[in-house]
T-cell receptor, first 109, second 116 residues
């Protein structure tokens, strides 16, 4: 079993839809949780950074962490074609990030 | 803020060549930098962690003599792939973490290395 599980997709949605992306994990010691967006042939871009459980909102993006269920989510409201990318969840106990495989999202006009 | 610049973005060279990749934090000081490798349609795999002024810590299975890492200043780390072979062809990405507790990693745009 992988430490971090993420559905690779692809996930295809119409413009304006609410997108829900999720990851599950097995290591209860993880306490830092991140979402990165990666466009093709580019490095990951940090979208959301959360410590421990709870919700965090930034513009159209909302990150949720449920440590009791070992489950994290990223919601994208009013999705745009420019949101089409691969979304990677990542988490860590201290320094070392463990990444999910990434979910490929396509938002069509 | 938190910009990480990686250079070059693309390298194509012959087998046996050594290739150096630079990673710079442009607007912050990075005590720790990380080097990752990413294969097509796969996630990032950590190769090594480097702290300024000390030796890098390599992940299991990564040859330290093959992948030389230098972190000489708080804004620059380099990865040298020595005597590169076709199996070393990959997408190499660096990240940097700022000073202070609980800082996230910020990534460069990667270097696509192709060994002929």
């Amino acid at each position: 079993q992988k430490e971090v599980e993420q559905d690779p997709g692809p996930l295809s949605v119409p413009e304006g839809a609410i997108v829900s992306l999720n990851c599950t994990y097995s290591n209860s010691a993880f306490q830092y949780f991140m979402w990165y967006r990666q466009y093709s042939r580019k490095g990951p871009e940090l979208l959301m950074y959360t410590y421990s459980s709870g919700n965090k909102e930034d513009g159209r993006f909302t990150a949720q962490v449920d440590k009791s269920s070992k489950y994290i989510s990223l919601f994208i409201r009013d999705s745009q074609p420019s949101d089409s990318a691969t979304y990677l969840c990542a988490m860590s106990e201290t320094d070392k990030l463990i990444f999910g495989t990434g979910t490929r999202l396509q938002v069509f006009p | 803020g938190a910009v990480v610049s990686q250079h070059p973005s693309r390298v194509i060279c012959k087998s046996g060549t050594s290739v150096k990749i630079e990673c710079r934090s442009l607007d912050f000081q990075a005590t720790t930098m990380f080097w990752y490798r990413q294969f097509p349609k796969q996630s990032l795999m950590l190769m090594a962690t480097s702290n300024e002024g000390s030796k890098a810590t390599y992940e299991q299975g990564v040859e330290k003599d093959k992948f030389l890492i230098n972190h000489a200043s708080l804004t620059l780390s380099t990865l040298t792939v020595t005597s590169a072979h076709p199996e070393d062809s990959s997408f190499y990405i660096c990240s940097a973490r700022g000073q202070g507790p609980n800082q996230p990693q910020h990534f460069g745009d990667g270097t696509r290395l192709s060994i002929l």
